[in-house]
Structure formats: structure tokens, C-alpha cells
């Protein structure tokens, strides 16, 4: 029969039976221009099976066949050099056995030590007492006193906040809400498949970024010796910084963490539980430019995309309104979304072009006052995400990390 009747009875390929060929270990007989696949053909093709079963390597069957043709009627199959074959390879099957039963037990031991997602369990922190002390009426500047609010272990679950000239802070499970919170129903919802999905759909180099990104920002962490002050996040968003940051986070220090984005807030809350920190994390829930602190107040900015991100929306530079809640020794760390070029159809308008720039971004920041300590830029990228859809087809984008001080 011909090689395509003979894979098909054999329930393989041709390119398989071709490859067996060109290693001599079917060897049909040439009839004119085609190949005839007999009888022999068919009881070779089944010893090359048999042998794979035993679990031997195509070119370890083309010696054991050319030994069992070379030897037929001469006890080859007791000879030293053919049984080692088998021995070696039931040595090798003994060996391979004893490697998965230890990934076995490191696998039970690795899922044993996790800890169970038990929900009911996890115990919703409140406000840290600490960091509602800092919070400042921005229109009076007077400190907002806790009027209605059951203060436990130095923490707030839910309260209320005034000041003298009756402005209000809501806390409700441990959240401060200001001026500018989103409503829940209209803001972006974080589920427990939030994860999964983003490193599913968002393209691999943007990825790649983000890693460098968080790796870098690790590496040359503006936190480096210190073990208190006061932190201020613009943007906690997803928690991707302070999730990877959270070891370095100065252990006495006061970390807030703003964001308009309730869920975020809450899916941030419920993560660093999970992460079993003890840090002083006050999650506030308001509009960057109605953060209730007091001036020269920040020891350490952390401007992870939120500057990117408001001027999505905005034409004015976020750190022009943020620079006066900082103390003239502030350590700011930045991380911007720049572009390399900007397409016909982009959907940065001109206005805003200059904040999503190197060169606006620095000559901005010096203006403000800062001095640059180090900077770093990841490769270009032209592909992001149903996440990071800011960019269009046709442009290139980097992510630019700024590390300097007042
Ligand atoms: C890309 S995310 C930041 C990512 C985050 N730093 C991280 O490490 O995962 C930007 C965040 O800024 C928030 N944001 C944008 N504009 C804002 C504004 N005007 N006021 C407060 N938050 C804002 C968004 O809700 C979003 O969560």
C-alpha cells in the first residue's frame, strides 16, 4: 500500500512515517516512484511503537532495530550491551518516578501552607487613628475631629469627621470619603477574576513594562533606611505599587492611599488584608485635587500613573496642585505613561500632549522644584490592553520612572 493508506490504517501522519523513514527504521520498498508499505513494513512500524511504550527516544529505538537486525538468530536479545538498553531505561523510569513523587510532596507541602481563603474570617481593618489625625480641612486648614465614630485597637470602622467650618469626612468600613468620590455604581468594579483577566488580555510587552516598572521601583525604593514618616499614594488604583512595595513601606510610617475609585478601595482593603500587614493604611476616597491634608505635611510621594492618569482628563499638571502638602525634604517617586510619537487620530489632546512628554513632564517638575535623583526608561511598546486602551495603532509608548526630592 501506498504512505498515505498506510498512515491512515496506522492512525498517524505521513510526515511521522517520512520521519521514521529518514531515520531508516521503516524502510518500505521502493516500487517505481512511490514507496509500498508490506507486510514487514506494518511489523516494523509496530515495534517502533512497542519500543516507544517502553518509553525509548526515536534515535535510541534506530540502534535497538538496527541491533535486532544486525543480530536476528545470534541472541541478541541476551547480550549484554541489548539488555542494558532495557536496564538503563528502567533505571531511568525508577529515577523519573522517585523525581515526581518529591514534586508531589513539595506541591502538597506549597498548597498545605497556603492559607485558606476563608472571607468570613478576614476582618475588615478601619481607619488608622494616626492617619486621621493628619487629615485637614482644605477650605479652613483646621484639623477634622472625629464627632460620631467608635474608635477599637486605634482604628476607625465607620464615623464621622468635622471641622470648624462644618465641612464632613464620611468613614464607612474603613474607608475616608471626601469631596470627589465616584459613586460605586458608575465606578470601574474590581472582581477576584480582576487579575487573571488583565494578565490574560493585556498584551505581553506591556506586561513586560509593568514588571521592569514594579522591579525598578523596588530596586531604588525611596524608602531605603527609613522606618517612619508620612507616605501619600496618588492613585492606589489597582495596588500593583503597594502590593510589591508593601515590605519596604516604613514599619511606623502612615501610608495614604488616594483614589476616587471606591471599589478600588474596597478590592485594596480586602488584598492587604490578605497580605497580613500590620501598616498604618488610611484609604481615602476623594478627587486629587480635594486631598484634606495639611500643607508640608507628605514625607514621601508616590506617584504611580495617577499624575498619567489626570491628565487623561485634565489640562493642568496634577503635581502643580500637590506640591504645597509636601515638606521641603519630600522624596517623590514618579511613574509616568510617555509617548514616543503621537498619531493623527491619538486621543491625547494637544493640550494636554506636553504631560505625556519626557521633556514636559521634567521641565514641569524641575519648575515645581525638584531636583532629579535618577530616572530610568522601559523599552517602547505599541500594544496594550482592553485596560490600556489610551494609545492608538501607529504610536509607541514607554513608561518613564522619576525618582527625586524638593
Ligand atoms: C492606573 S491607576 C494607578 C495604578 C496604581 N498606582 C497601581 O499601582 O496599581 C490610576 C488611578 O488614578 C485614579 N484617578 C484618576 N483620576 C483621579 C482623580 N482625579 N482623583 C482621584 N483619583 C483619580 C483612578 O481611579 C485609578 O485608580
Known amino acids: 500500500m501506498k504512505i498515505g493508506e498506510f498512515a491512515k490504517i496506522n492512525k498517524t501522519t505521513i510526515d511521522t512515517i517520512r520521519h521514521y523513514m529518514d531515520m531508516s527504521i521503516l524502510n518500505p520498498d521502493k516500487n517505481g516512484t512511490y514507496y509500498d508499505f508490506d507486510d514487514h513494513a506494518q511489523k516494523d512500524y509496530e515495534t517502533i511503537i512497542a519500543l516507544k511504550q517502553l518509553g525509548f ?25 541489548y539488555k542494558a538498553f532495557y536496564k538503563n531505561k528502567l533505571q531511568w523510569i525508577h529515577d523519573e518516578l522517585n523525581r515526581l513523587k518529591t514534586m508531589q510532596e513539595k506541591l502538597e507541602d506549597a498548597i498545605d501552607a497556603m492559607p485558606e481563603n476563608n472571607e468570613e474570617d478576614s476582618r475588615v481593618a478601619g481607619a488608622p487613628l494616626d492617619a486621621l489625625s493628619m487629615l485637614f480641612c482644605k477650605k479652613c486648614q483646621q484639623a477634622y475631629r472625629l464627632i460620631d465614630g467608635h474608635v477599637d485597637q486605634g482604628e476607625v470602622l465607620n464615623g464621622i469627621m468635622t471641622c470648624s467650618c462644618g465641612e464632613r469626612l464620611i468613614i464607612h468600613e474603613g474607608i475616608v470619603y471626601g469631596e470627589g468620590a465616584l459613586n460605586s455604581s458608575e465606578a470601574f468594579v474590581f472582581d477576584d ?35 517612619k514618616g508620612s507616605v501619600l499614594e496618588l492613585g492606589s488604583g489597582r495596588g500593583f505599587f503597594l502590593r510589591n512595595m508593601i515590605e519596604m513601606i516604613p514599619k511606623h510610617s502612615v501610608y495614604i492611599a488616594v483614589d476616587h475609585n471606591p471599589n478600588a478601595h474596597q478590592w485594596l482593603k480586602k488584598d492587604l488584608a490578605n497580605a497580613g500587614e500590620n501598616l498604618k493604611i488610611l484609604c481615602l476616597c476623594c478627587d486629587f485635587n480635594e486631598i484634606p491634608l495639611q500643607e508640608y505635611s507628605i514625607d514621601y510621594l508616590i506617584d504611580a ?87 492608538v495603532k501607529g504610536e509607541q509608548i514607554y513608561n518613564y520612572l522619576y525618582i527625586g526630592k524638593l
Open 193 to 227: 477574576t480582576f487579575i487573571e483577566d488583565y494578565v490574560q488580555t493585556t498584551h505581553i510587552d506591556y506586561l513586560k513594562n509593568l514588571h521592569l516598572t514594579l522591579q525598578w521601583a523596588r530596586n531604588h525604593s525611596i524608602f531605603k533606611n527609613a522606618d
Open 57 to 81: 527516544s526515536i534515535s535510541e529505538i534506530q540502534t535497538l532495530m538496527l541491533f535486532e537486525r544486525i543480530g536476528k538468530y545470534t541472541g541478541y536479545n541476551q547480550r549484554k550491551t
Open 305 to 391: 500613573t495617577g499624575s498619567t492618569n489626570y491628565a487623561f482628563d485634565h489640562s493642568d499638571f496634577l503635581m502643580d496642585s500637590i506640591v504645597t502638602l509636601l515638606k521641603q525634604t519630600c522624596l517623590y517617586q514618579g511613574h509616568f505613561l510617555l509617548f514616543e510619537n503621537f498619531s493623527l487620530n491619538t486621543l491625547i489632546p494637544k493640550d494636554r500632549r506636553k504631560w505625556f512628554q519626557k521633556e514636559g513632564v521634567q521641565d514641569e517638575l524641575s519648575k515645581l522644584g525638584f531636583k532629579c535623583m535618577r530616572d530610568y526608561d522601559t523599552q517602547l511598546i505599541s500594544e496594550g490592553g482592553p485596560r490600556e486602551d489610551f494609545f
